[in-house]
């Protein structure tokens, strides 16, 4: 520290390096404090963080449309946040900063609304056609259908639908930006109320897209690709009390997978900060875990950037490929499985050589004391997996799967 005396004596303040301050025997300098760097995230807190942007991203696509999508909204609680957590973990999207600062979106299967009436069911046909579970009876939707036809349709054969009872169905698209080379997608909604009085032509008032006899059912009158879509029961008794299904929206999306991969799991972290190498955690038995599966693939944490492959649409999460200088890491299990599908499906998994595979099928999280692998399962119904491979008392990250029946109500988390 010194004192300067002189014709600046009345600076203060701070210049590259050096704080100056004025006092009654001169200007005394000092060298300014370091600030210590901002620490890079946990891997826990970059995995949260880097799902959010896609979510935000879905939220917006609806625009005011889910001003009241959630039954269980409490004073003060957003739709969006409501939106966060049923979403969480479930269909883990992955963007960059970047990419979320020029508007990227990828459609992903999100659960959109939640409440107390019945969910309507989704199946994808052997066209690649989505079709609900909404049975029309006798009724042959065309250009003379009223909507009076329709509501006593829908009333008459499904149990838990009434008189002047809405139904809304979404439609979104999802495309490539040609200028930045990034994924976009709009969205499109169309509501019909059940009343059996109104004799104006359907077709007047939604389109044949969403509004279609499929084999006796409510469907759409073309082939679900590079999009998503789902139709919704609503019921408003007045007085702002608002009723609604729970409901996802079923996505078809030839971007998704590549979105859900590591090494777009990766990119994204890098682009908020990195991430902290030296985090461990301790699991639910009590046991330290290495250094988890984002970190292990990060290596060293050099830039990266995600691929733009294409790929189905189901739920994985959790692959790793390399392992830190402390202690090794172990590989997350892989599930394979076909979904949707009609009546069963068969899920087998695997994982590194000599671990252990441990799973869960009731959406908990699994841990080296949950069920073992040792057979391929057979799902009846929607159902979510969830596993991890164990390797000399070493965990792996998770590796999520969710396998949807393609008929029956949506399943919901």
Known sequence: MANLTGINTDMSGKVGQFVYRKTK??????????????????????????QLGNQAANFRLYGDKLALAFEDKT???????????VNYGV??????????????????GYTFCRGTLTSIGHSINS????????????????????????AAAIIANNTGWEELDQITFFRAIQYRDAEFNIPRALME?????????????????VPALGFTTVSGFLGMNQALSDGGAAWVHSRDRGNGNIRV???????????????????ALRASAESYG?????????????????????????????????????????TQSGDSSSSSSETPAVAAPTISGTTPFEETTTVTMSGPEGATIHYTTDGSTPTSASTVYSEALTLNDTTTVKAIAVKDDVSSGVTTRTFTKGSGNNDSE
């Open 25 to 50: 025997r001169g200007i005394v300098v000092a060298q300014a404090p370091s600030k210590p760097a901002i620490p890079r995230r946990s891997e826990k807190q970059a995995i949260l963080r880097c």
């Open 75 to 85: 004073p003060g609680q957003s739709e969006f946040n409501l939106f966060v957590q």
């Open 91 to 108: 269909t883990p999207v992955y963007i960059t900063k970047q990419e979320r600062l020029n508007g990227a979106c990828v459609l992903a």
């Open 127 to 150: 066209g690649g056609v989505l079709v609900s579970n909404l049975a029309l009876g006798t009724l042959n939707i065309g250009a003379s259908t009223t909507v009076a036809d329709l």
């Open 189 to 205: 909604s169309w509501r019909l109320v059940l009343d059996l009085a109104d004799e104006t032509l359907l077709y007047n008032r």
């Open 245 to 263: 299904g729970t409901q996802r929206l079923v996505v078809v999306n030839s971007l998704l997978e590549s979105y859900q991969s590591m090494a």
């Open 274 to 314: 990195g991430i902290n190498t030296k985090s461990v955690y301790l699991s639910p038995n009590g046991t330290l875990l290495a250094i988890g599966s984002l970190t292990a693939y990060a290596g060293d944490n050099q830039q990266s950037s995600g691929g733009s492959g294409t790929g189905g649409s189901g």
